[in-house]
């Protein structure tokens, strides 16, 4: 079966450039996660969602970043006026209920560079 | 706070030995426990998880990890190492008790290589 999508899977922009991020999750799957994973480092936790609630986002690192769920399905990440240190691997992971017990399910990544 | 330690930096062990990956953790609760790995360009595969019961968790690949309640740790381990098994080893944990959301938090993970 299809797993978790991400698109695009490398995205080069300008320094001031608004960008997005596309996850399309497992079907099915109510609860859909973003991270974002420095090199050498662990993915870290930046929101989520159950169906198209926003449940947390306490890890967004300012009000330049958003994420929306409008359907419940596919999640954009949005990024506006970029800066150099938000070059990153942005992570999208899907699970199939809100519970601390289940495991996530992670897509590829978009590999961000901002110039 | 949660936290997750993984003290390597990079493990190096021969094709055919034992393999160990360590991992220890820091919860106010009691935890759930997960390792993940991921393999070049592609995005992180669960390996298998802790929730309770058993203090040993078998999972893909023909790993287990054992909870150590005491120690505060779960070391992912595996009898006899493939080269196959090189790759980047990701622990994670998260609080069972603490009301509201708590986010899967990852260890900076442990680079793997298997020497034939």
């Known amino acids: 079966g299809a797993g978790v999508s991400q698109s695009p899977r490398y995205k080069v922009t300008k320094r001031g450039q608004d960008v997005a991020l596309r996850c399309d999750p497992i079907?099915?799957?109510?609860?859909l996660y973003w991270y974002r994973q420095a090199l050498g480092q662990g993915p870290e936790f930046l929101t989520y969602?159950?169906?198209?609630?926003?449940?947390?986002k306490s890890g967004l690192p300012n009000d330049r970043f958003s994420a929306e769920r409008p359907e419940g399905s596919i999640s954009t990440l949005t990024i506006q006026r970029t800066e150099q240190r938000d070059s990153a691997m942005y992570r999208c992971a899907s699970s199939f209920s809100g519970m601390r017990s289940n495991e996530q399910f992670f897509g590829p990544g978009t590999r961000l560079t901002v110039l | 706070a949660q936290s997750v330690a993984q003290p390597e930096d990079q493990v190096n062990v021969a094709e055919g030995n034992p393999l160990t990956v360590k991992c220890t953790y820091s919860v106010s609760g009691n935890p759930y426990l997960f390792w993940y790995v991921q393999y070049p360009n592609r995005g992180l595969q669960f390996l298998l998880k802790y929730i309770t019961g058993d203090n040993l968790v078998k999972g893909s690949y023909g790993f287990e990890a054992e909870f150590n309640k005491s120690q505060t740790s779960f070391h992912l381990k595996k009898p006899s190492a493939l080269v196959s098994d090189s790759a980047l080893y990701f622990c994670?944990?998260?609080?069972?008790?603490?009301?509201?959301?708590?986010?899967?938090?990852f260890g900076k993970g442990t680079r793997l290589s298997v020497i034939a």
């Open positions: 969602f159950n169906y198209e609630a926003q449940q947390d």
């Open positions: 994670a944990v998260r609080d069972i008790l603490n009301s509201g959301n708590t986010p899967l938090v």
């Open positions: 079907s099915g799957h109510v609860s």
